[in-house]
């Protein structure tokens, strides 16, 4: 927390940056509070206008995406915005990560913290969002999560291509000595369409970037798109089907070392005792390191090759201690149940006079259910990995991470340096989704790197290391209960959820001298705060801590709310011999952007129409990060068992930046949910996980993906998030369909434990 204090003392300057008319730039928002750190790394020739703009000499233009990149696209987005503005195309620059550097501070992703749903506007909402989102300036927090990258990068990308366009355009009037009016740019260059005299934009580059940044500029409208609006190829394409190496499992540096970790497989547990000798001996081991950290405690072996590490890894001979929590699954279970009956929670949501609404409710009235979801592992195609060297009192990092300034802050800790004297390289990662936020492989690697005399020491995580070691989507369980009227439709509704606190356990990795302050709304995100109108409608959230570490899974805590909240609802829909879309579009009323959504799909997906037998059709729809979406689900009853046919989905996300990247993250989060619905937990034995590869936690085959459908809407004033939002309808659409077709209510996860999928 020492650089926190670095930062307070340093500044504290939180500003809006729109203004009527434009945007302000200049130096309130580019040099202030945070310096732009590209002025430290430029090439020869090289200048820079603002942390997110370089331009050579030689016209070659270079963009900062200070987003990681782990195929969601969002590099390409973010290029797109400022090409937008600068009057290039994308093929015309090159984009990079950049640097870890508290400039890069991501506002929107902590805006959302607060206990009020996406389409609460009221004053002490938009105040609560104001603060977390100055919070997250304060702070300098540079990171990639809650589906914000676009959100957060919308204002800021735009208005630092429109300010380097303007400053060039400054220069170049000036060289020419012209009016700036009567100037026009595209492609790189600036033309004075009088005298058809022209400019390259590297030809005015140096001279510009010397100019104060403009006040204030104006932003294109919409109408004026060239490039946003309408889908791109993206920028890491070419890189990536050539086989670039831009992962982290591709970094080679001279005179490398190797090295992977044996962690305790009981979280947190320290070794008995433990004899290395046999490990120590075998060839190509350099040096075997005890690992202590937040994370946990074991073992790092360095050797002159990873297969070396490895098999040195399986040599160590140790005991461990016994776990102090719930020791196997049916104890975590037992547990969340009984956290659920004597803990009353923080309501999040508490609309009316619930216990009113029930004490007097007619039995046959009233419906009840409990719902339950297992731990769940990121799994992430790329193993955890992350490379280090720390040579005369400098440690640089190449890592695939999220989180860039936390990982520089916390691998100085380990390795002893300032964070002044760190540098973090963040690669493409191969999977991310919230494992990459995480900071123990970037340490371990920082920790091991004190051991190599200079050596530059790649780390990497066994498959087995990775699953048996995740922070994993946490378990959680619900009690459902709500009081039909006459009409059928719910009059009042009563949830409680149990789950352990993400927020708690990522500050006991991260922060362990900090203790989260009020709810942690990750426990209910997705049964909260859905647009629908229930006159007594409670929604509580209760911490359950049970030993196993949690992290943010794609779509965190949405992903089990959006089974327990529409899964819920389509059983209301059934006591009350309702239509479930028509139930939906009865309680949403009083939300336009929810029933354009759900009608749409239901016309997409033809809901009304009667199906053969032997096929049925689930829907399911959840507001979250911002996006409206609904989904429709079509299975058959085959000989192998129940085929997943077609997926309709539709997503109003407000603004659509770039449609083709929206698809593939609608589709490729609906798979993402899929896979968790039909077959993959996280079982626990003796304190430890079972699952260890791919051949005990599968993902969805492609002879299993079904086909899609897909429309995105654009109704909503507010722009929402993509990439986790295509996750949390798909698990209860499968799950509803599946009651259509079998008459079978599966309440808990995985649905192969009742059914067979073919």
Not at 29 to 42: A, F, M, S, T
Not at 242 to 259: E, K, W
Not at 453 to 466: L, S
Request: charged share 20%; proline share 6%; hydrophobic share 45%.
């Amino acid at each position: 927390m020492a650089s926190l204090g670095k930062i307070a003392r340093r500044t504290f300057l939180i500003g809006a940056a729109a203004v009527a008319g434009g945007v302000a730039v200049g130096y309130y928002i580019y040099r202030r509070p945070y310096p732009n750190p590209l002025e430290d790394e430029l090439a020869e020739g090289e200048a820079t206008f603002n942390p997110y703009v370089m331009i050579g000499a030689n016209n070659a233009i270079t963009v900062i995406a200070p987003r990681a990149e782990m195929g969601q696209g969002v590099a390409t987005t973010l290029a797109a915005l400022v090409a937008e503005e600068l009057d290039v195309d994308l093929d015309a620059i090159t984009v990079e990560h950049g640097p870890a550097s508290y400039a890069y501070y991501n506002s929107e992703m902590l805006a959302e913290g607060g206990p009020f749903p996406f389409f609460e506007e009221g004053v002490v909402a938009e105040l609560m969002r104001g603060g977390m989102g100055a919070f997250g300036k304060f702070l300098g927090l540079q990171g990639t999560g809650g589906s914000s990258s676009v959100r957060d990068g919308f204002d800021k990308m735009l208005a630092a291509g429109a300010a380097a366009r303007q400053m060039l355009l400054a220069a170049a009037a000036l060289r020419l000595d012209v009016e700036i009016g009567a100037l026009a740019t595209a492609n790189a260059t600036i033309t004075h369409e009088a005298s058809g005299r022209t400019l390259t934009y590297g030809e005015v580059a140096a001279d510009a970037a010397r100019l104060d940044p403009p006040s204030d500029v104006r932003l294109k409208q919409p109408a004026e798109w060239r490039l946003l609006g309408k889908s791109q190829r993206r920028t890491d394409m070419h890189a990536k089907v050539t086989g670039a190496p831009i992962f982290g499992v591709d970094v080679s540096l001279p005179d490398m070392l190797y090295a992977t970790v044996r962690m305790s497989p009981r979280f947190w547990v320290e070794p008995v005792k433990a004899d290395l000798s046999k490990a120590e001996k075998m060839p190509g081991i350099v040096k075997i390191v005890p690992i202590d950290t937040t994370y946990g405690h074991g073992f790092g072996i360095i050797a002159e090759n990873t297969w070396a590490a490895f098999r040195a890894a399986e040599a160590i001979e140790v005991e461990w201690g016994e776990a102090d929590y719930p020791k196997d699954s049916a104890a975590m279970s037992a547990f969340l149940r009984r956290a659920l009956e004597t803990g009353s929670g923080d309501a999040l949501r508490d609309d009316g006079d619930v216990d009113t609404a029930f004490a007097d409710a007619p039995r046959d009235k009233v419906v009840e259910a409990e719902y339950e979801v297992p731990f769940l592992a990121h799994a992430c195609m790329e193993p955890m990995n992350a490379t280090a060297r720390l040579k005369d009192g400098l440690l640089e990092v190449w890592s695939p991470n999220q989180m860039p300034t936390l990982t520089r802050q916390l691998c100085a800790d380990v390795a002893g340096v300032d964070t002044e004297d760190t540098r973090v390289h963040t690669t493409f990662m191969g999977g991310g989704f919230g494992r990459r936020g995480e900071m123990d492989y970037s340490m371990f690697a920082a920790l091991l790197a004190k051991h190599t005399g200079g050596r530059p020491v790649k780390v990497i995580w066994t498959r087995e290391e990775d699953i048996r070691h995740d922070t994993y989507r946490p378990a959680a369980m619900g009690r459902f209960r709500a009081r039909l009227g006459p009409d059928g439709l719910p009059e009042a509704v009563d949830m409680k959820i149990a789950s352990p606190s993400t927020i708690a356990s990522t500050l006991r990795r991260t922060f362990p001298s900090l203790s989260p302050l009020g709810p942690d709304k990750t426990i209910a995100e997705g049964a909260f705060d859905q647009p629908y109108s229930i006159p007594d409608y409670r929604v509580a959230a209760v911490k359950a801590d049970t030993g196993v570490p949690v992290g943010f899974w794609r779509s965190v805590g949405n992903s089990f709310n959006g089974y327990f909240h529409e899964s819920f609802l389509d059983e209301l829909a059934a006591a009350g011999g309702l239509d479930p879309v028509e139930m939906r579009l009865k309680l949403m009323a009083d939300h336009p952007a929810a029933v354009k959504v759900v009608e749409k799909a239901a016309e997409l997906s033809k809901w009304s129409e009667t199906l053969l037998a032997g096929r049925a059709k689930g829907f399911a729809f959840t507001l979250s990060f911002g996006s409206w979406v609904a989904e429709v689900v079509e299975v058959a009853e085959t000989d192998a068992g129940i085929r997943i046919e077609k997926v309709w989905i539709v997503a109003d996300v407000g603004t659509a930046l770039d449609p083709g990247i929206i698809e593939a993250q609608l589709t490729s989060g609906a798979i993402f949910g899929l896979s968790s619905a039909i077959g993959q937990e996280i079982t626990f034995a003796d304190g430890m996980a079972e699952q260890s590869n791919f051949h005990d936690y599968d993902a969805m085959r492609i002879h299993q993906c079904p086909a899609f459908e897909v429309a995105i809407l654009q109704n909503y004033h507010k722009m929402g998030g993509v990439g986790e939002i295509g996750t949390p309808p798909a698990v209860p659409a499968l799950a509803n369909a599946v009651f259509a077709l079998t008459g079978k209510r599966i309440r808990s996860l995985p649905l192969s434990r009742e059914v067979d999928f073919a």
